[in-house]
T-cell receptor, first 109, second 116 residues
Framework: GENVEQHPSTLSVQEGDSAVIKCTYS??????FPWYKQELGKRPQLIID?????GEKKDQRIAVTLNKTAKHFSLHITETQPEDSAVYFC????????FGAGTTVTVRA | DAGVIQSPRHEVTEMGQEVTLRCKPI?????LFWYRQTMMRGLELLIY????????DSGMPEDRFSAKMPNASFSTLKIQPSEPRDSAVYFC??????????????FGEGSRLTVL
């Protein structure tokens, strides 16, 4: 089955700086790569996703890049704000989603 | 739509008792997933249904766990007998795959299970 590895496990950034989270996956058949944000005590919610026919996607302050050859994808958050503090999960899917272990992001004011 | 609805939100039980978690997916979604979340193991997929049929239950830990989806609007996850190591947050999620394949997963608020 699919194995998704995510780094780093924790990330502390100064407000206004950028945050980058990286993931690798094992199954070359995976074609859908979403990112979920989970605030403390809440459910995971989709923030951005990318499919295998696209190399990069951007939505305001967040962007995702995908390198299918190397089997890795990354999340970039620019101009971080305190409300960006949360746990972020990457995932990869051919027909079912396998999640990475999560990155706890803390934005320091 | 009210989103994915799970019950109970919190359950505290004693070891050996039966636990039943319930889920109502978003109307029109034909895929339903049960995930378990713990600090140690993260988000683990337990079972996946498509059109009410279990497609992949390879994540179900052992025979103590069972899941059903008798119709498109209801699913249950049952643990019998429960053990302290089953303590976790159990999420139900639904999606509606499109022409491109896997669609966005919409998660319920989760059921926090504590087994004493």
């Amino acid at each position: 089955g699919e194995n998704v590895e995510q780094h780093p496990s924790t990330l502390s950034v100064q407000e206004g700086d950028s945050a980058v989270i990286k993931c690798t996956y094992s199954d070359s058949a995976s074609n859908y790569f979403p990112w979920y944000k989970q605030e403390l005590g809440k459910r995971p919610q989709l923030i951005i996703d990318i499919r295998s026919n696209v190399g990069e996607k951007k939505d305001q302050r967040i962007a995702v890049t995908l390198n299918k050859t190397a089997k890795h994808f990354s999340l970039h958050i620019t101009e971080t704000q305190p409300e960006d503090s949360a746990v972020y999960f990457c995932a990869a899917s051919d027909y079912k989603l396998s999640f990475g272990a999560g990155t706890t992001v803390t934005v320091r004011a | 739509d009210a989103g994915v609805i799970q019950s109970p939100r919190h359950e505290v039980t004693e070891m050996g008792q039966e636990v039943t978690l319930r889920c109502k997916p978003i109307s029109g979604h034909n895929s339903l997933f049960w995930y378990r979340q713990t600090m140690m193991r993260g988000l683990e997929l337990l079972i996946y249904f498509n059109n009410n049929v279990p497609i992949d239950d390879s994540g179900m830990p052992e025979d103590r766990f069972s899941a059903k989806m008798p119709n498109a609007s209801f699913s249950t996850l049952k643990i019998q007998p429960s053990e302290p190591r089953d303590s976790a947050v159990y999420f139900c999620a639904s999606s509606s795959p499109g022409l491109e394949g896997t669609g966005e997963l919409f998660f319920g608020e989760g059921s926090r299970l504590t087994v004493l």
